[in-house]
């Protein structure tokens, strides 16, 4: 997938004025590209509509100007598109009664994801299982990240596949403490297959 240039990024100015106009169409972006497996995990599937949305948000939130610093976050979340043959996604861990909790009682329920970088999240497209691959070091045996982007390598039987209507294409997590699964729509199959194509 084309990494986002640094052209693409508005000035703060420039993106306070179409800012509400992207925001509503990246929201039906997202739409089909978010996968929900239980109540405690949400897979977004990236791609550049994602990603440029995101880096215009932190150079609005931050106020950044400084041409070096924004460059900085292009580069950080252009590190999150998916490479030729690949898909990326970033991965949450949700927790809906978060409101009610102690920050040690948060921690505690992050926490009891750890392991999840460790063969327990899969695509399967039509019976082929593909591992989720981690970016490193989000999962710390003390501390879990309550973020985590993923890749999925997928095979060229696997990429065939996903284009056909029949296919059972899911997403599944199998962990010690949590399982859960989920069958991708057509709609987003067919973000997916954009991506690859991309």
């Known amino acids: 997938m084309r990494k986002v240039e640094r052209s693409e990024v508005q000035d703060l100015v420039a993106y306070e004025k179409a800012r509400e106009a ?3 169409r990246v929201i039906g972006v997202k739409k089909h ?3 929900a ?3 405690n995990l949400t897979l977004l599937f990236e791609n550049r509509d994602t990603v440029l949305f995101q880096i215009q ?3 609005r939130t931050e106020r950044i100007v400084d041409e070096a610093r924004i460059q900085e976050e292009v580069d950080v979340y252009n590190a999150v598109l998916p490479d030729r043959g690949e898909l990326s996604a970033t991965l949450f861990i949700e927790i809906p009664e978060l409101v009610r909790m102690t920050q040690e009682k948060v921690r505690e329920t992050v926490n009891r994801f750890q392991g999840l970088d460790r063969d327990s999240l899969w695509l399967v497209v039509d019976g082929l299982r593909i ?4 970016e490193s070091g989000h999962g710390k045996e003390e ?3 309550a ?3 993923v890749r999925f390598a997928l ?3 696997a990429r065939g596949a996903l284009a056909a209507s029949a296919a059972d294409v899911r997403v599944v997590v199998e962990h010690p403490h949590y399982r859960a699964d989920a069958d991708l729509t057509a709609e987003t199959r067919r973000a997916l297959r954009e991506d690859l194509a991309d």
């Open 147 to 149: 973020v985590h982007y």
């Open 33 to 35: 590209r978010r996968v």
């Open 57 to 59: 948000e932190m150079v």
């Open 131 to 134: 591992p989720a691959r981690f």
């Open 155 to 157: 095979p060229e039987a």
């Open 143 to 145: 501390k879990m990240a």
């Open 22 to 24: 992207m925001r509503a």
């Open 37 to 39: 497996l239980g109540p």
